[in-house]
Every structure is written in C-alpha cells, then in structure tokens.
C-alpha cells in the first residue's frame, strides 16, 4: 500500500500544515483542527506529501473529500513521541488535551472527538464509564479482536479516562457469544475492582449506546438527553485501546483494527490497517474470488454503501465487507400490510410504519411527531418487514430533509437579522447626520448671536 488519503470527517474541517513534496514521518501532524469539535491528522506511514487535493468520499453520494496523500516510503519511520510513565499523575485537563492533540475519536463509528466527551462527562458529573464491548453487527470482529489480543491496552485506557471524568466506576460490557474475549478482559482486570467485566445477551442491536446503558445499568436516557446527564458515559473498547497509546504510548492514532470480510473475500479476517489507506489495497491484501457486487464500509445493518473501492479507510470504520451477488440480493419492495412487525423489532419503542407513511405522504412534521429524532438507524424495521420496504432510507431521506430545511431556516433568518441590522445603521447615520447637521446650524446661529451683540465701538477699540 503506497498511498494514504487522511482528512476530517467530524465537524470542522481540518487545516492542512504541511506542504505538497514535503517529507513526513509516521505520526507527524498533517492537517490541525481549526474548531472545537474536530480531530488534527496524522501521517499513517512515513513518506512524502504528493497531493493536497480532494478523493472520493466514502459515502454513497461519491462526493469529494479535501484529503492529504502520503507516498509511502515504506519505512515506517516514526516520529519523536513523548510518552507518560505514570498517566494518573497527570490532571484530568493534560490528559484531555494529549487525546485531543493525538486525533483521538469515538472508533465506534461516530468518530466523535473523544476529549470533548470527556469535558461533558467532567461537567455533568459522570460516576460511571461504560466500556462498549458488544459488538453486535453481524461479519464485524474488530472489538473481539481488540479484547482477545490487546486487553491490558483496553483496560488501562478504561482507567485512563476514568480519571479523565472523574468516573469511579467502569462497566465493560461484552456480548455472551464472545468468551476468549471475556476471558482475556477478566484477566487484564484482575488486579482493579473498579473495572467490572460485564456479560450482555448478544442481541443486536446491544452496541447502541441507550440499550447498553439500560441494560448494564437499569437506566433509561430520555430522548432529548445525553448519556452524561444521566451519570454514565460511553466509550467503546477500540477508544479505550487508542487512548492507551495516546497517552501511555504517546503516538497519535494513525491505524486501527479493521474486520475485511464478506463472501467475495479470499482469505477474511481482521487487520492492523494504516487509516486512509484505499478500500480496494486492503481487500487486495487479503484477496478476492470474485469482483463484489457490493461494497460496504462498516457493518451490514448501519454501514455505508461504497461506490467504489477507491476510497479511503477513516477513523470510524471497523470494518469492509465485499459481498457477492447473493449476498448483497434484496428482493423488490412490496406495499406495507401494516403488520407491525416492524414495531415490535424497534428497539427504541417507536412506529416505524406510522413515520414511513407521513414520509411518504410529504408530511415531515407527522413523521416527527412520531418521534423521528429518536430512530437510531439500526435497520431492525426493515430487516424484519416481510414487504422488504426499505424504512431506514425512508428516515435517512427525511432527516436530510429535515436538516435542509433547518439549513434554510436559518440561513433565511440570518439574511433577516442582516437586513435589519443594515436598516438600523442606516437610520442610525441618518440620525447621527441629522444630529450634527442641527449642532452645526445651532452653533451658527450662536455665532450670528453673538456677533450681532457686539458694539460697533467695542469692535473699534
């Protein structure tokens, strides 16, 4: 793999600072966040800069994404890091800037900065750090493998941001079909009451964060509530892991574990891969029987639809599944028979077919009644309908809708307050114009006073 692609993909855009032909060691800082919620760039590999410019994003529009490539020279060259000895003897504030220079971000799949996380958890209070170890979609084994083989990492990463947030206890919950990765996890934390290793039924969709909390802790997160405000933050194993190294280590996060599966794929399995690296070099690392009938980056219920293999690998992308013909078949939508099958498999409690049939009758604000906003697109509604009716593309149209309209709103009340602003300066000159205007003609008619007061004899003298 010679050619790494690396950009922002949470919030603001990053900025780069380096320049096209410049050399670069693995770790260097490529691209600095400008905005608070945003993550900096590192060089995945060592190399040269030969383009500053726009890739394919992974994402099923096929837009451009501003990226940075990195020729690899195939060294891998590190930079000079500057690791901790003892990480609890930092303050809670260091540990949350070294996260957040080291590009730390939620390896779940939200990427979301992982140091912002941990200033809100710092904030409300948080009592308890809720280590997401359930992995639930199926073909993805990136978190098992991250606790069979890395599990000290995890758990003192765990404990690392225990004492970013002030938590006192952890909660590691891993699904009852993963036992060598209990197993290993139990071992690693042993030695720390504190860190508690927690079976969950292997039931999907157990890796959302809500139905985690509820279940790990009996706590139910209102629907317009964070985590935090209910005493519990979540961070998945691979965060943990990346931590670890961010603050033990010193070195950014640059790669992760990655699961490269499907039916079309030669030799599946889980790799350490440079992030920014192209789908299509890693499913060549591990071979193709045959070209996929589709690409999916992620897992096969929440994962994005790939274009094309000429993509790069991001932050929050555990996994690229290249499926066959017969894999990726999806049979023909039929009309909705209203048998709430759909209803009963959401785990969130809502009315997918009621949210469908406002969507699409064009009555958004119906579908947001129905609590639209809560709908976490697991895909179990759709997964379920016997009319194979593609409901989380009906809610992902309607959000974007939603959000465009939002967008306009504002844009729209934003060129009100400018037009209003833009009246009152000129009011406020016209006023100001006025006011000196009847000063000038105050001061001369003063002035005609006082000269028509002077004596002809006082003017002589």
Request: glycine content about 10%; overall charge neutral; hydrophobic content about 45%.
């Amino acid at each position: 793999m010679s050619t790494c692609h690396c950009s922002s993909m949470w919030g603001g855009a990053a900025r780069p600072v380096v320049l096209v032909g410049q050399k670069v060691l693995k770790g260097q800082l490529l691209a600095q966040s400008q905005v608070h919620i945003s993550a900096p760039i590192h060089a995945p590999v060592s190399g040269r800069v030969t383009a500053i410019g726009e890739v394919t994003a992974p994402h099923p529009s096929g837009l451009g994404l501003a990226a940075i490539t990195v020729e690899s020279d195939d060294t891998d060259r590190w930079i000079e890091t500057d690791p901790v000895a003892d990480p609890f003897a930092l303050a809670p504030e260091e540990i949350a800037r070294r996260t957040a220079a080291a590009g730390v971000v939620g390896l779940g799949g939200a990427t979301f900065p992982a140091a912002v996380k941990f200033a809100l958890g710092k904030r409300l209070a948080v009592h308890t750090l809720i280590v997401n170890g359930g992995e639930c979609e199926p073909y993805l084994s990136s978190d098992d493998r991250i606790m069979r083989d890395f599990a000290e990492q995890v758990v003192e990463g765990a404990r690392i941001i225990m004492h970013a947030i002030g938590a006192r206890d952890a909660l590691v919950g891993i699904e009852d079909n993963k036992p060598e990765a209990m197993a290993a996890m139990a071992v690693a934390a042993a030695a720390f009451p504190e860190v508690k290793i927690r079976p969950v039924p292997a039931r999907y969709p157990m890796g959302s964060d809500k139905q985690l909390i509820e279940t790990l802790t009996g706590k139910e997160v209102p629907a317009d509530a964070r985590a935090a405000e209910v005493g519990v933050l979540v961070h998945n194993v691979s965060t943990c892991a990346a931590v670890y190294k961010a603050i033990r280590l010193g070195q950014p996060l640059v790669e992760r574990i990655v699961t490269i599966n499907g039916a079309a794929v030669a030799e599946p399995g889980n790799i350490f891969a440079p992030l920014g690296c192209l789908v299509d070099d890693l499913l060549a690392y591990c071979g193709l029987k045959e070209v996929p009938a589709r690409l999916i980056l992620g897992g096969p219920m929440m994962g994005t639809l790939l274009l094309h293999g000429r993509v790069p690998l991001v932050k929050g992308a555990s996994g690229i599944l290249a499926f066959t013909a017969a894999e990726a078949a999806v049979p023909e939508a039929g009309p909705c028979i209203r048998c709430g099958s759909c209803t009963r498999a959401c785990p969130m409690g809502l009315l997918p077919l009621e949210m469908a049939a406002h969507i699409r009758a064009g009555d958004l604000d119906g579908a947001v009644g129905y609590s639209l906003s809560d709908c976490i697109s697991c895909g179990c509604c759709a997964y379920v309908c016997p009319s194979h009716i593609p409901l989380v593309q009906y809610f992902s149209h309607a959000r974007g809708e939603l959000s465009a309209r939002e967008r306009a709103r504002l844009r729209t009340e934003a060129g009100k307050r400018l037009a209003e602003a833009r009246l009152a300066r000129l009011e406020r000159d016209a006023r100001e114009k006025a006011e000196v205007a009847a000063r000038r003609k105050a001061e001369r008619t003063a002035a005609k006073a006082r000269s028509g007061t002077v004596k002809p004899e006082e003017e002589t003298t």
